[in-house]
């Protein structure tokens, strides 16, 4: 297949040259020419693909359980008329071998090349090698099968370009210019005579092949990304993210559950990314045309940035915009679910879901409104008594007097139970006058809302309602307590609705919208970098029940970095009369990073030594034991400092077992919930120089996706393995 550099023409092999002009022929005299004629070999070729970014091109081998499959696939391809298709780099990529393409199964991404790759080039100033064309292979191959077989080196290969490969001897092998051509190669005229370094093979390259996946998935996580369409400094996307969050699980279950992989105990985590970004700011809402239109000229770039990433946060409290982010998540979830089963119909593992900053709140709101496998699906006619149950329309506002407007109301569809979920403003708007519109919503909601909405319930478009027990302590600040019982209403109070202000004062709310269903039940939600303490305050939520959790999964962590300024904590509006600190992550390699380990040193020397000060330069009491013969007064001093040292430390120890001890409520089964990265040295120096790089630190922290891993596997009673160092 000709994909390559040089298009027409045929490549010629000139017979042994004598004299080369060039600088690096008189080196290859110096090289070993006494090399005894080797029987010629076939090269095995490695399959490549493509990667393109800012207008440059890297090529990148696969695994070589991937390259081996392409080859097989390859050599039975020509007795095939229809396109082969292999899968490829864990079943995320299909690759159409005739074609040469790769092709996202799971997300959209442009097709990049594929190429069968057996001869590889450099220049002195290129970072790595680079695949020729396979019809240049090709060429190569067959001069040096001629070369090699006939003993006869510094052959010339002279392609139609103009381009030379000459054969000095099996170690030497390099690419020229011609004379004439040599300005337009090079990049600067010290570079004009520089050939490049031909290489055959991929054993005789630097290029690091990366390791095969295990075909077996343990395991299924959906990552949802925040605000903008970038994941790093490095603006790269959501799926660049999470293949590195991919990469280090898959290295560090290669060190920290060694035994069980070659046991065959486990396989592998997959991590899929869910991207709601691109459908808000497409062509599908508008809503880009209509924000630039408005926006102003100056500082271009930064009003381009605030656009397309701080808007997401208003546009996910807006009652359109909210839907619209709401139903791609659900659907993008679902739709990656789905698919995923299909290529991989023996998976049997659980699923967890993955927030990072605005996509961990999505997911709070989502989770808290989802419904168990007993709730019905949808709102209906039920045989057991309701709250909803009153006269007909007709009959009450025949009782009311008000029959007069029985033709508006009907004409929009209203009956008493949409009534009661209506506004002032909206009979105001259907032109009903303010005495009889007060009648109506008064009757209405005192007759036809379940008795809890009568104390202050928040109404869902879905159908549920959220009946809030609000308490007031002796300063009159309000909290939500709920009884076992009322724990399944409590979710929507602590996330999004729109709030009846007639009955219910708490805090401004959440828009009002209908939640998709997803199509399973989490097993852990892991929320990254998240505001979802914060937004909950906002939205007027003092506290979160003990009680409470989510109605289909069972596990919340909430992780964050020291210096995140993002991030908030969940535990304090749990557990508010205890001042607990955050779980610390350890690091993957164990213990503390050393900095910590001598600022805790260092805390605990001067604790000391303020402790002995205190021993030494306390006032002597009026009667003092008798001090026993041969024992100093230094030496009592000093009995007497360690011994408070030993109480100190052991209230210490005691205090750290009483904190693990400590239930903070069943969001996450009774264990803790806020757990803390140890920040790196360099970033301790200066918390605010680091804080935007502390917020996007996730992806690539191998101390968090370890943690994921120790949770998804200790529940599957698999062993952890702490390496040794």
């Known amino acids: 297949m000709n994909s390559g550099h040089v298009q027409g023409g045929k490549t010629q092999v000139s017979p042994v040259v004598d004299e080369v002009s060039n600088s690096s022929a008189s080196s290859s005299e110096m090289l070993d020419m006494d090399l005894g004629p080797a029987p010629y070999q076939e090269v095995q070729p490695h399959w490549f693909f493509c990667r393109r970014a800012d207008d440059n091109a890297s090529w990148l081998p696969f695994s070589r359980e991937d390259s081996d499959k392409l080859q097989n696939a390859c050599d039975t391809a020509g007795e095939k008329k229809e396109e082969v298709v292999v899968a490829v780099d864990g079943e995320r990529y299909d690759v159409h071998v005739k074609e040469r393409r790769r092709y996202a199964v799971y997300w ?22 680079m695949p020729y064309p396979e019809d240049i292979s090709q060429s190569l191959e067959e001069a040096y099968m001629i070369t090699v077989t006939l003993d006869e080196w510094k052959r010339k290969l002279e392609f139609p370009t103009g381009e030379t490969v000459i054969f000095h001897n099996p170690k030497l092998i390099m690419q020229y210019k011609r004379i004439g051509l040599q300005d337009e190669w090079a990049s600067s005229p010290s570079e004009q005579t520089r050939p490049r370094t031909v290489k055959r093979g991929v054993d005789n390259i630097s290029v690091e092949i990366p390791d095969g996946e295990p075909e077996k998935v343990d395991h299924l996580v959906f990552m949802v990304h925040g605000i903008g369409p970038a994941c790093d400094l490095r603006l790269r996307s959501i799926i660049q993210g999470v293949n590195d969050f991919r990469s280090a699980s898959l290295s560090l279950l290669a060190s920290h559950y060694k035994q069980a992989q070659q046991d065959g105990q486990i396989g592998r985590v997959e991590f899929l990314p869910v991207n709601w970004h691109s459908s808000l700011h497409g062509d599908a809402t508008g809503v880009d045309e209509d924000i630039q239109r408005i926006t102003l000229p100056s500082i271009s770039k930064l009003r381009h940035f605030t656009n397309d990433t701080l808007l997401d946060l208003f546009f996910y409290n807006s009652p359109t915009y909210c839907q619209t982010i709401v139903d791609t998540v659900a659907s993008e979830i679902n739709r990656l679910h789905a698919l995923f089963h299909q290529r991989h119909p023996e998976f049997k593992g659980a699923v967890s879901v993955v927030g990072h900053s605005l996509g961990s709140l999505i997911l709070f709101d989502l989770l808290t409104n989802q419904r168990t496998d007993s709730e ?53 708007d259907l032109g009903i006058p ?24 928040v109404h869902l478009a879905a159908g549920r309602q959220v009946p809030p027990q609000v308490n007031s302590d002796l300063h009159g600040n309000r909290s939500l307590g709920l009884t076992v019982q009322q724990t399944q209403f409590h979710s929507a109070q602590s996330i999004t609705s729109a709030v009846d202000y007639e009955y219910f004062d708490v805090g401004i709310g959440q828009v009002s919208i209908e939640y998709p269903q997803l199509a399973f039940h989490p097993q852990t939600f892991f929320a990254f970098g998240s505001p979802i303490g914060m937004f909950l305050t906002v939205r007027g939520l003092k506290r979160v029940d003990p009680n409470y959790t989510f109605p ?43 900095h910590l380990e001598l600022k805790d040193l260092k805390n605990n020397v001067w604790g000391s030594l303020r402790t002995a ?34 109480e100190a430390e052991s209230s210490g120890s005691a205090e750290e077992t009483q904190q693990t001890e400590i239930k903070v ?61």
């Open 665 to 725: 409520g069943m969001l996450n089964g009774g264990r803790r919930i806020d757990y803390v990265l140890q920040e790196k040295p360099i970033e301790s120096f200066n918390e605010y120089l680091f804080a935007i790089q502390s917020h996007l630190c996730y992806w690539g922290s191998e101390d968090t996706a370890l943690l994921l891993l120790k949770e998804i596997y200790d529940k599957l009673g698999v062993a952890f393995e702490q390496p040794q160092q």
């Open 108 to 129: 959209e991404q442009a097709p990049t090349e594929v190429r069968r790759c057996t001869w590889f080039y450099k220049g002195n100033k290129d970072a790595r090698f």
């Open 376 to 428: 019905p699906r949808e709102e209906g006619p039920s045989d057991e008594p309701s709250h909803l149950s009153c006269d007909t329309l007709e009959q009450t506002l025949s009782s009311l007097g008000l029959q007069q407007y029985l033709d508006t109301l009907q004409a929009e569809n209203l009956d008493l139970e949409s009534l009661a979920l209506c506004q002032d403003s909206d009979l105001k």
């Open 552 to 594: 289909t999964c069972k596990s919340f962590y909430n992780i964050y970095h020291p210096f995140d300024p993002v991030a908030y904590r969940i535990e304090p509006m749990i557990v508010s009369d205890v001042d607990l600190e955050p779980m610390l992550i350890p690091h993957h390699k164990g213990r503390k990073r050393m």
């Open 434 to 457: 303010l005495g009889p519109r007060k009648k109506i919503l008064n009757y209405a909601k005192r007759n036809c809302l379940p008795e809890d909405c009568k104390t202050g319930a």
């Open 613 to 646: 000060w205190q021993a030494f330069s306390k006032p002597q009491v009026a009667a003092l034991p008798p001090v026993e013969e041969g024992e100093t007064t230094v030496e009592r001093n000093l009995q007497e400092t360690q011994a408070v040292c030993d």
